[in-house]
């Protein structure tokens, strides 16, 4: 072991590695226990689950590297991307799982949350008002029927590794469960919308790309004043704000 590397920490939880092992630490065990649940239910790679002793789970490390992170270049070929669009479908055509997950939100709940975050956001003068009104408006899309689909929650890209142009695992299963498909897709390619295109083609099926766009311009707006408060940083270029400006 040649070092101690703390790869998140806020409030909520801290991921560590140590070695060859990661140690999540989580004051809420019930998303442990999601985590662990979707694990063993996901048609996809995933870490293998070394040990638990709450509040610490510990996960062998995935060979190869993620394919970038929010505001930082993406990695990976063309084919990679593809790749990951299809390990995607796969979970989303799995059994559903027996727990709604974050994107299973009801539509309602979902729309009057987003009101009034958009309204914090513009009191606060957290951002300026009309890019708020304008993402709102984007938004809008997103607030529709939808058939469940077993999903991630917090597909995030940083979450998906690859080894040359194969899938090797994706991480953090706490948000997981019943949701809409889509919302899995925009938090993948947030940020990375000169990828889209390649997902979608590993994906392999016909997409609402309006919807897309909506959920990266929902999924921002509820996360800039979390960021804030909990040290990361929204503004930083390709990152969520960036995001929004995307949408004007």
């Not at 709604?100 to 956001?121: F, H, I, N, W, Y």
């Not at 939808?146 to 695992?169: N, P, Y």
Request: proline residues 6%; negative net charge.
């Amino acid at each position: 072991m040649d070092e101690v590397r703390v790869v998140v920490a806020h409030s909520e939880r801290a991921t560590l590695r140590v070695g060859d092992v990661f140690l999540k630490v989580d004051a809420d065990q019930s998303r442990i226990d999601v985590e662990v649940e979707a694990m063993s239910l996901a048609p996809v790679p995933t870490p293998e689950i070394l040990w638990r002793k709450p509040p610490v789970l510990a996960l062998a490390a995935l060979p190869g590297t993620t394919l970038g992170r929010l505001g930082g270049p993406s990695t990976g070929s063309p084919a990679a991307w593809a790749a990951a669009g299809a390990a995607i479908r796969k979970l989303h055509e799995a059994p559903l799982p027996p727990r709604p997950g974050r994107a299973g939100r009801s539509v309602v709940a979902l729309a009057a949350e987003l009101d009034a975050e958009c309204e914090l956001l513009v009191t606060n003068g957290v951002l300026p008002v009309d890019l708020v009104t304008r993402n709102r408006q984007v938004a809008e899309a997103a607030l529709r029927p939808w058939t469940a689909a077993f999903t991630h929650g917090d597909l995030q890209i940083a979450h998906v590794f690859v080894d040359g142009d194969e899938v090797t695992g994706i991480i953090d299963w706490s948000e997981a469960g019943r949701g809409d498909s889509l919302y899995d897709l925009a938090t993948f390619t947030l940020g990375h919308e000169e990828h889209l295109e390649d997902v979608l083609a590993g994906y392999g099926t016909d997409i609402d790309l309006g919807v897309i766009h909506a959920w990266w311009s929902l999924r921002s707006l509820l996360a800039v004043r979390w960021l804030i408060e909990h040290d990361f940083d929204p503004f930083a270029p390709g990152c969520e704000v960036d995001v929004l400006r995307s949408r004007m």
